[in-house]
């Protein structure tokens, strides 16, 4: 008797606390930007918030935490409870060169992150001043060939991602330039335009307005298709280095821990949003190729970029002391 009235009791108790089980989110969510307020990741953090605070039902925040080029940020997040209420947005710098780059690395992108999706790629464009009598991609490297070291290139920094294509470009074209780092694009294509740098690996967004004020000349996009803001500019691919693609890209990932329905459930709301015509082509209009991929799907792009990156700055040498 006392055995069938646990059991009943059990039974009774079953439903009451399924019940009980919160429903997620059950508190506001956090998006961790690894850079500073008013950047491109930034904006498309804050954009993406807004919608699934909509479809959520619970405020998701942007919180900025900058510092070591996105890795404080970065290793704040692989350090945060998996739950599903922390994500990251993960960039080409943090998650698949950083870990080529610095041995002390407090992360691994695949190891300490579950990617959710892909949000955005965008490619750089290889940009020349007028003055050079150079027009394509062809001459180009016919003169990098003829003077070794006589043709540079200023980025925003050693380490970044146009630091990285100009190396993997020498490699692949066989020519010698001359990498300049700067601190941020801005001061590098100041520079471009007055005459002093000979070329540039660029962000489409920033050197677009000098592109179509005629201040400098765009060659080549470094994108596996011709980009639709710049649709006249050939990509490197096709002006004689078949297979060469360097994209910048930015994502969502969560904690490694995260259960993978919630990391499905992220991954999905990500991906509506950004299949939404006010999010999506506004991003677009940015000169941005939009994303939304399956966490798998992301996974799996992740651990490539991871590849391709380490062999670009073994190969190279490549340090940031």
Known sequence: MTLRRTLLTLALAAPVAARAQPAWPARPLRIVVPFAPGGSTDLMARRIAERLTQTLGQTVLVENR???????????VAKSPPDGL???????????????????????????????????????????????????????????????????????????????TGVMFDQAAGTQTTHVPYRGSAVALNDLVGGTLSSMWGDLLVVLPQIRAGAIRALAVTSATRNPLLPEVPTVAESGLPGFEAVSWQGLFAPAATPPDLVERLSTEVRAALALPEIHDFFAGQGFLVGGTTPAAFTTMVGAEMAKWARVVHEGHVSVE
């Not at 900058?66 to 704040?76: E, H, I, R, Y």
């Not at 698949?96 to 949000?119: E, G, H, K, N």
């Open 66 to 76: 900058p510092g070591a080029g996105g890795v404080t940020g970065s290793d704040l």
């Open 86 to 164: 922390t994500l990251l947005f993960g960039v080409t710098g943090t998650h698949a060169i950083a870990p080529s780059l610095y041995p002390a690395l407090p992360y691994q992108p695949l190891r300490d992150f579950a990617p959710v999706t892909l949000v955005v790629q965008a490619p750089l464009v290889l940009v020349v001043h007028p003055a050079l009598p150079i027009h394509s991609m062809a001459e180009f490297i016919a003169a990098a060939k003829a003077r070794p070291g006589a043709i540079s290139y200023g980025t925003p920094g050693n380490g970044t991602s146009m630091h990285l």
